[in-house]
C-alpha cells in the first residue's frame, strides 16, 4: 500500500476549462484525476437531449476532455473519475471506448448507474422546498439521487482505467479512492469525514487555487490568472492531506483561499450531509506547511444517512428577455422611462416580470444608497411563462424601443431559452440498487 | 471611525436552491471577535433587506476563524427559475462586505 495518494481535480464544474486538467495528468505524478462537471440543473438539461438521442445525454465536453486526457492518463497510470456520464452514463462509457479505439489505446471503463429513480416516484412525494407534492412544481422530467462512495467502490474494484457515473455527490468522488486505497471503514464516520472536507476542498477545482478568490486590490492579488492551475492532494492513510499545484502554474494556495473554499455552499457547517457521512467541519485545522501548500485536519463525522437527496427536473416553461441600452446626458431616466413603458404593455400577460438597470441595481438588487449618475445604462427585462411565443413577446417589444422611444437606445438584443426548474426530495437508500458495467476497447 | 466590512475580511457565496450561504472571513484572526460582536444575524438582515426575504442564521466557527450567514429566500426561487441577473447569487459575497462598521 502507498503512504500517500495524491488525487487531482481537473474541473470543477461542466463548462470548465480543459487545460488545467491535462497539466495535472502530464506532470501532476498523480494516482487519481477527478472531473466533476455536474450541477442541479446540469443532469435534467442532460435527460433532455438523452430523450431526444438515446445516445446522448452525457456531458457535452465529454469528447474533447477524453480525447485530450487519456494518452497522459494511460502513460502515467493515472486513473480517471468523474461523473461526466451526467443522464446516460453508459453511452458516455461507450463514447469512451470509441476515442480509445481510434486513438489505438487499450482502456478498461467501469460505469456506475442506478442514480436515475424516475420510474421509482410517483410525482406525490414532498418537495424538500415547499412541502408541496413534487408534480406541483410542473411537468416531472427527470429524478436522479446522489449516489455515494459505496457505489463507486466496485467500479473502482474492477481495476478499470475510467470509472464514469452519473449523478453521485461531489465529495464522494473523491472519497471512495481513499477508501479502496486505504481500506478505511465506511462506517469509520471520522475518517469517512475528513474525507469528506478533502473532497470539498477540491471538488471546485480552481475556486482552491485563489481563481475565485482573487481581487486585484490589496490581499486577495493572486499571481499568474490566466494560467490558474487547479488542485490536487496528498492524502495519508490516516487521512492528513496538503493541498497543492503543479510547479509552474498560476494562481496560490493559502489558508485563506482554503477557508473560503471550505465554508462554499455549506449551510450548517457542523452537519454537511452526503450520502457517506454527516461531516462535521467546525474543528477542521488549515495550516501552510509550504510555498503553495495547505494541510487540513480535524474533519470529522457521524454516521451516513438512511435517505439519499433526490434531485428531481420539472418544465418551467421559458424565459423571454430584452436589453438596450441608454448612455449620454439623462441615460438612467430613459432607461427608467422605458423601464416604465415597457412593464405597462407586459405586466397584464406576466405574472413572473422584471426589470433591471444594469449598471446600476441589477446585480445585487439595489446600490446601498450609491447614486452617482452613470455615464451609461442598459435596460434588461425578463419574464417567465409558459408559451414560447409569449415569451419571446419580452425581446419584442424591447427592440420596438427603437422607434417607438424613448430617445437614444441602442444595440438591443432579445432572447428565449427553455427553463428547466429543480426540485428535491428524499429517497430509502435501499430502494436504490447500484450496478457496475466493465467496457473495454 | 466607519469602516467597511470589506477591507478587514472577504467573503464567498454559494446557493442551494433559493438558500444563500456567505461565508466571512476576517483577514487578521484578531478581528473575529470584532466580526462576532457586530456581524450578527439581526444586522445582516437589515443590511441584505433588500436581497433576502427569509430568515438568516449565523453559525460561528471559531477554529478558522469564520462566520457563516445562511439566508432563506435569498435568491428570488433559486438559480433554475429566477429571472434576476446572478441566478446564483454568487455576486452577492460583495454586497455583505459593503457593509459598515463603526470601530
Redesign the interface.
Known amino acids: 500500500m502507498k503512504e500517500t495518494i495524491r488525487i487531482g481535480c481537473g474541473a470543477g464544474f461542466s463548462g470548465d476549462r480543459l487545460e488545467p486538467a491535462v497539466i495535472l495528468a502530464q506532470r501532476g505524478q498523480l494516482d487519481y484525476l477527478v472531473l466533476e462537471c455536474l450541477a442541479?440543473?446540469t443532469i435534467a438539461l442532460a435527460q433532455k437531449r438523452k430523450r431526444q438521442n438515446p445516445a446522448l445525454g452525457y456531458d457535452p465536453l465529454l469528447e474533447r476532455r477524453i480525447d485530450l486526457l487519456l494518452p497522459h492518463l494511460i502513460a502515467n497510470n493515472v486513473r480517471l473519475i468523474t461523473n461526466m456520464g451526467a443522464a446516460n452514463p453508459l453511452a458516455a462509457g461507450q463514447k469512451i471506448i470509441e476515442i480509445a479505439q481510434r486513438l489505438t489505446i487499450p482502456v478498461t471503463v467501469a460505469v456506475v448507474t442506478g442514480d436515475d429513480v424516475f420510474a421509482q416516484l410517483t410525482g406525490n412525494e414532498s418537495a424538500l422546498?415547499t412541502g408541496n407534492p413534487l408534480s406541483a412544481s410542473g411537468m416531472l422530467i427527470s429524478a436522479n439521487a446522489y449516489l455515494g462512495t459505496d457505489a463507486i467502490l466496485p467500479a473502482l474494484a474492477t481495476g478499470a482505467n475510467i470509472v464514469i457515473t452519473g449523478r453521485v455527490a461531489d465529495p464522494s468522488l473523491f472519497v471512495a479512492p481513499l477508501v479502496h486505497e486505504f481500506g478505511w471503514s465506511l462506517d469509520d464516520a471520522d475518517l469517512i469525514g475528513q474525507g469528506t472536507v478533502i473532497g470539498h476542498l477540491l471538488e471546485c477545482a480552481g475556486?482552491l487555487t485563489g481563481g475565485?478568490?482573487a481581487?486585484p486590490a490589496g490581499?486577495?492579488a493572486i499571481p499568474d490568472m490566466a494560467h490558474l492551475g487547479h488542485p490536487f492532494a496528498d492524502v495519508s492513510a490516516n487521512g492528513r492531506a496538503v493541498f497543492g499545484k503543479v510547479a509552474g502554474t498560476g494562481g496560490r494556495l493559502s489558508v485563506?483561499t482554503a477557508?473560503?473554499?471550505?465554508?462554499?455552499?455549506?449551510?450548517?457547517?457542523?452537519r454537511y450531509i452526503t450520502p457517506d457521512v454527516v461531516a462535521d467541519?467546525?474543528?477542521?485545522?488549515?495550516e501552510e506547511v509550504g510555498p503553495d501548500q495547505v494541510q487540513a485536519t480535524?474533519g470529522r463525522g457521524t454516521t451516513r444517512p438512511n435517505t439519499l437527496k433526490v434531485s428531481v427536473g420539472y418544465d418551467?416553461g421559458y424565459?423571454g428577455e430584452g436589453e438596450i441600452s441608454y448612455a449620454g446626458a439623462n441615460a438612467l431616466d430613459r432607461a427608467q422611462l422605458a423601464g416604465t413603458i415597457i412593464q405597462e404593455r407586459l405586466q397584464d400577460r406576466f405574472s413572473?416580470?422584471?426589470i433591471?438597470y444594469?449598471g446600476s441595481t441589477?446585480?445585487?438588487?439595489?446600490n446601498?444608497g450609491h447614486n452617482p449618475a452613470p455615464y451609461e445604462i442598459r435596460l434588461?427585462v425578463?419574464?417567465?411563462t409558459t408559451p414560447a411565443q409569449l415569451a419571446a413577446l419580452v425581446g419584442e417589444e424591447v427592440e420596438a424601443l427603437y422607434t417607438n422611444g424613448p430617445a437614444g437606445g441602442g444595440g438591443a438584443r432579445k432572447y428565449v431559452h427553455e427553463?428547466?426548474?429543480?426540485v428535491?426530495t428524499l429517497i430509502d437508500r435501499h430502494q436504490l440498487t447500484p450496478h457496475v458495467t466493465v467496457l473495454q476497447s | 471611525m466607519t469602516i467597511k466590512l470589506y477591507d478587514i475580511a472577504h467573503s464567498r457565496a454559494g446557493d442551494k436552491g433559493n438558500t444563500l450561504t456567505l461565508s466571512l472571513i476576517p483577514y487578521n484572526a484578531d478581528d473575529y471577535e470584532l466580526l462576532k460582536m457586530q456581524v450578527t444575524a439581526e444586522v445582516v438582515k437589515q443590511h441584505l433587506s433588500a436581497i433576502v426575504a427569509g430568515e438568516i442564521t449565523r453559525y460561528e466557527l471559531p477554529n478558522l476563524p469564520a462566520l457563516q450567514f445562511v439566508c432563506q429566500q435569498a435568491l428570488t426561487g433559486g438559480v433554475t427559475t429566477s429571472l434576476t441577473m446572478d441566478t446564483h447569487g454568487k455576486s452577492l459575497s460583495y454586497a455583505l462586505l459593503e457593509m459598515q462598521l463603526t470601530v
Not at chain 1, 477557508?259 to 457542523?270: A, I, N
Open positions: 442541479e440543473r422546498e475556486q475565485y478568490f481581487d490581499p486577495k485563506a477557508k473560503e473554499q471550505l465554508l462554499y455552499e455549506v449551510m450548517d457547517p457542523s467541519f467546525t474543528q477542521v485545522s488549515l480535524g418551467g424565459i413572473d416580470l422584471r433591471d444594469i441589477s446585480v445585487h438588487r439595489t446601498f434588461r425578463a419574464g417567465r427553463v428547466v426548474g429543480i428535491s
